[in-house]
C-alpha cells in the first residue's frame, strides 16, 4: 500500500487564512502525524516555513525550529508570523505555531533571493541503487493513518533497522533513504515537503550505533538549494555525534537528476525507538 491518488494531491500544508494577514490557522491532516501519534516536527517546521513565505512573498533561504512541546492529534494550530527586518534582497522573520494558547515551536528564518551568476556544489550524493531496486524501509508501518500512508520510504544504504539487535556492529555514520511524498510525479519540491522529509534524519542513529535507536528532534534547521523536479528525494544522512544522551546529525536531499535542493541538521534526545511509536515524550525529557 503506497499514498493514494488523493493523498498525494492533497497539500497536507494548506493553510487557512485569518482576518490578520499575518496570523493563520493549520489544521494537520493525520497523515503527517508519527505512530505516537504527535505531528511530526518537520511538518511544524513545514508549516511555519509556508506561513513565513506567504506573508513575506520571498522564498525561504533558511529556517530553524525550536520544540517546545508536542501537538497530538489533528485539532486546528495557530501560526503567527512576525517580519523582523524586510531588506532590499532579504526578509528575516520569525513564527510560532500554538494550540489553545500552548506554544509548539518557534522558528525564524531569513528569506529571499538575489541574482548571482556564479554558483557550484562541491558535494556529491552517495552512489546508491535507484528508487525502484531498493527494498522499503520498515519502520513506519502501513494502514495505520499516520505518515506511513503518506510517504514512500526505500532503503538505500545501510540496514533495516529490524536487522539491528541491541548489541549489533556500529556503523560509519552513513545512511541513505529513497523518499517519495504525497505530491503529484515530477513534481517542484517546496520548503515544507523538505522540512518534512529531512526530519527523517534521525532514522540514521540505529545505523551508526548498531543499536534500535531513534530520536526526538530538539531543534530542526533546513537550507534550501537547488529548484528541480523530482519523482523521489535521496535524503543522505550523516550522524556526526552521539554524547550525553543527544544525537547531532545532518542531511542533503537530492533529486533524482542529481540536483542539491537543500540540506538539514539537528540535534535529537536519543530514544529506544518502541518509546517513541508507543507514546509522546517530554522535548525537555
Same mark, same amino acid.
Given at each position: 500500500m503506497t499514498?493514494?491518488?488523493?493523498q498525494?494531491?492533497?497539500?497536507?500544508?494548506? =493553510?487557512? @487564512?485569518?482576518?490578520?494577514?499575518? $496570523?493563520?490557522?493549520?489544521?494537520?491532516? %493525520? +497523515?503527517?502525524? #508519527?505512530?505516537?501519534?504527535t505531528v511530526?516536527?518537520?511538518?511544524?517546521?513545514g508549516?511555519?516555513?509556508?506561513a513565513?513565505?506567504?506573508?513575506?512573498?520571498?522564498?525561504?533561504?533558511?529556517?530553524?525550529?525550536?520544540?517546545?512541546?508536542?501537538?497530538?492529534?489533528?485539532?486546528p494550530?495557530?501560526?503567527?508570523?512576525?517580519?523582523?527586518?524586510?531588506?532590499?534582497?532579504?526578509?528575516?522573520?520569525?513564527?510560532?505555531?500554538?494550540?489553545?494558547?500552548?506554544?509548539? =515551536?518557534? @522558528?525564524?528564518?531569513?528569506?529571499? $533571493?538575489?541574482?548571482?551568476?556564479?554558483? %557550484? +556544489?562541491w558535494? #556529491?550524493p552517495?552512489?546508491?541503487?535507484?528508487p525502484?531496486?531498493?527494498?522499503?524501509?520498515?519502520?513506519?508501518?502501513?494502514?495505520h493513518?499516520?505518515?506511513g500512508?503518506?510517504?514512500?520510504?526505500?532503503?538505500?544504504?545501510?540496514?533495516?533497522?529490524?536487522?539491528?539487535g541491541?548489541?549489533?556492529e556500529?556503523?560509519?555514520g552513513?545512511?541513505?533513504?529513497?523518499v517519495?511524498?504525497?505530491?503529484?510525479?515530477?513534481?517542484?519540491?517546496?520548503?515544507?515537503?523538505?522540512?518534512?522529509?529531512?526530519?527523517?534524519?534521525?532514522?540514521?542513529?540505529?545505523?551508526?550505533? %548498531?543499536?534500535p535507536?531513534a530520536?526526538?528532534?530538539?531543534?530542526n534547521?533546513?537550507?534550501v538549494?537547488?529548484?528541480?523536479?523530482?519523482?523521489?528525494?535521496?535524503?543522505s544522512?550523516?550522524?556526526q555525534q552521539?554524547v550525553?544522551?543527544?544525537?547531532?546529525?545532518?542531511a542533503?536531499?537530492?533529486?533524482?537528476?542529481?540536483?542539491?535542493l537543500g540540506?538539514?541538521?539537528?540535534?535529537?534526545?536519543?530514544?529506544?525507538?518502541?518509546?517513541?511509536?508507543?507514546?509522546?515524550?517530554?522535548p525537555?525529557?
Open positions: 499514498a493514494t491518488s488523493e498525494r494531491s492533497a497539500d497536507p500544508f494548506r =493553510l487557512e @487564512a485569518t482576518s490578520n494577514e499575518r $496570523r493563520f490557522t493549520w489544521t494537520p491532516p %493525520g +497523515v503527517v502525524l #508519527t505512530p505516537a501519534g511530526q516536527g518537520g511538518a511544524g517546521l508549516a511555519a516555513s509556508e513565513m513565505e506567504r506573508v513575506t512573498g520571498r522564498p525561504t533561504i533558511w529556517a530553524t525550529a525550536q520544540y517546545l512541546s508536542f501537538a497530538a492529534g489533528t485539532a494550530i495557530d501560526i503567527e508570523v512576525t517580519v523582523e527586518v524586510a531588506g532590499h534582497n532579504t526578509a528575516q522573520a520569525r513564527c510560532t505555531l500554538a494550540r489553545d494558547g500552548r506554544e509548539i =515551536l518557534t @522558528a525564524h528564518a531569513a528569506l529571499g $533571493r538575489r541574482d548571482l551568476e556564479l554558483d %557550484g +556544489v558535494c #556529491t552517495p552512489d546508491v541503487p535507484g525502484d531496486d531498493c527494498d522499503r524501509y520498515r519502520f513506519f508501518e502501513r494502514g493513518g499516520h505518515l500512508d503518506l510517504v514512500d520510504i526505500r532503503l538505500a544504504l545501510g540496514r533495516q533497522l529490524d536487522e539491528i541491541e548489541d549489533g556500529r556503523g560509519d552513513s545512511f541513505a533513504l529513497w517519495r511524498s504525497w505530491s503529484e510525479e515530477n513534481h517542484l519540491v517546496t520548503t515544507p515537503e523538505l522540512a518534512f522529509l529531512g526530519d527523517l534524519m534521525p532514522l540514521g542513529y540505529a545505523e551508526a550505533m %548498531g543499536r535507536f530520536g526526538n528532534s530538539l531543534d534547521t533546513v537550507r538549494g537547488g529548484a528541480a523536479r523530482t519523482d523521489w528525494v535521496l535524503l544522512i550523516h550522524v552521539i550525553n544522551g543527544f544525537g547531532y546529525g545532518r542533503e536531499l537530492w533529486a533524482q537528476s542529481g540536483t542539491l540540506e538539514v541538521s539537528q540535534s535529537s534526545i536519543m530514544r529506544v525507538h518502541r518509546r517513541i511509536r508507543d507514546r509522546p515524550n517530554d525537555a525529557g
